[in-house]
């Protein structure tokens, strides 16, 4: 499998009429494969102008995985939990990531054999009633390759105090 692969050797052999030919020197080399390297992160947008939001805001979050090295050798999986007064909208930028969106954490799955790049998957939450103070929500990365949180893996954003105002006509 290409989990094992850790070398790639290359030989010479001579052959001809008569006598074959006899190799002098070096005939054969080892070259080593490097392992992948394997990095992660996300990020949020806030609606324009924002810089807290309120119920009914939608969030959108893009989860950016970083391949070097070498192709991946096994799926990557990047397990994204939403926090208290989140709640799933769709995804908007799937990328090379297939999605399962269907329960809390979310699974997105970059696959197996996936060449040294950038890679993206975006989506969108709503904030809900259920949200104060602050929303979270953070990834977690998994996999043969051992991904590693790269920057931020963990985003919070602050909530706006709900504005009550009274008045009183005679």
């Known amino acids: 499998t ?7 050797d290359n030989s010479l052999t ?4 008569g006598t074959p030919p006899i190799c002098s020197g070096v005939c054969t080399t080892t070259t080593p494969v490097a392992a992948p390297a394997v990095t992660y992160s996300k990020s949020v947008v806030l609606p324009a102008g924002k810089t807290e939001v309120s119920v009914g805001d939608v969030l959108t979050y893009t989860l ?3 391949v070097s090295d070498a192709q991946t050798t096994a799926p990557v999986v990047l397990s994204d939990t939403l926090g208290t ?5 769709a995804v908007t930028a799937p990328g090379v990531y297939s999605a399962v969106t269907t329960s809390n954490p979310l699974s997105f799955t970059l696959p197996a054999n996936t060449v040294p790049g950038t890679y993206e998957v975006s989506y969108t939450a709503t ?11 953070a990834v977690l990365g998994s996999g043969t390759d051992n991904p590693s949180c790269g920057a931020s893996c963990t ?10 105002t009274y008045s009183k006509s005679v």
Do not use: H, Y
């Open 64 to 66: 950016t995985t970083v």
């Open 14 to 17: 001579g052959t001809g009429g």
């Open 2 to 8: 290409a989990a094992a692969i850790t070398s790639v």
């Open 85 to 89: 007064g989140l709640a799933f909208t």
């Open 155 to 164: 985003t919070t954003t602050p909530v706006a105090a709900p504005a009550v």
């Open 127 to 137: 904030v809900t009633a259920a949200a104060t103070g602050s929303v979270t929500n």
